[in-house]
């Protein structure tokens, strides 16, 4: 049973578009979310966490739907250098990650 | 700052040789710690956490092991390693929620 599932992608888009993912979990207790960031043979860094309230940082929104238990990111002005995987994160002390979303940007 | 660290950076290894990875956090105390492997392609699977010295929680039975013989010093092992082994070795280190990862081991086991 999967806990967390992404869609892998591949999200093919131009310089300056605007992308989403979404991401659904199952736990409903779950209390706490991040987005992790992974380029290409690296290790995965954390990119923003996610409220019930929303949070942007920049270009990039995250939200919760704890009623549909989905979090999402959303991507504005996309740039060459966000090309790489964005994994979805259930928090926790045995923090659950989903497999990915791979996104190419290109010029 | 916290700093965590992870070595070898790249590793070849024989069917049936042992392994030791090595992590190391500087910079807090009484870390949860936690190896994660992600095969080519494929999402983070998580191997074993540690919330203290000595405590050691496996989440996917296999031929690997860990072991913390310090507060701050985490350790994955194997006997004789088999094919299937061959992936990319993520140490991370917990306070609260979020983790921090080790730059990673990339094994190939040949």
């Known amino acids: 049973r999967k806990e967390v599932e992404q869609d892998p992608g591949p999200f093919n888009v131009p310089e300056g578009a605007t992308v989403a993912f979404n991401c659904t979990y199952s736990n409903s207790a779950s209390q706490s979310f991040f987005w992790y960031r992974q380029d290409c043979r690296k290790e995965p860094k954390l990119l923003m966490s996610?409220?019930?309230s929303g949070n942007e940082d920049g270009r990039f929104t995250a939200q919760l739907n704890r009623a549909s238990q989905y979090i999402s990111l959303l991507i504005r002005d996309s740039k060459l250098s966000d090309s790489a995987t964005y994994l979805c994160v259930e928090g926790g002390f045995k923090t659950i990650f989903g497999a990915g979303t791979r996104l190419f940007v290109k010029a | 700052s916290q700093t965590i660290h992870q070595w070898p950076a790249t590793l070849v290894q024989p069917v049936g040789s042992p392994l030791s990875l090595e992590c190391t956090v500087e910079?807090?105390?009484?870390?949860?710690l936690y190896w994660y492997r992600q095969a080519a392609g494929r999402g983070l699977q998580l191997l074993f956490y540690?919330?203290?010295?000595?405590?050691i929680s496996s989440e996917v039975p296999q031929n690997l092991s860990a072991s913390r013989p310090q507060d701050r010093q985490f350790i994955l092992s194997s006997k004789k390693l088999l094919l299937s082994d061959s992936g990319f070795y993520l140490c991370?280190?917990?306070?609260?929620?979020?983790?921090?990862f080790g730059s990673g081991t990339r094994l190939t086991v040949v």
């Open positions: 991370a280190w917990s306070g609260q929620v979020r983790l921090t």
């Open positions: 910079g807090t105390s009484n870390p949860n």
């Open positions: 540690s919330v203290g010295i000595g405590q």
């Open positions: 996610v409220y019930s």
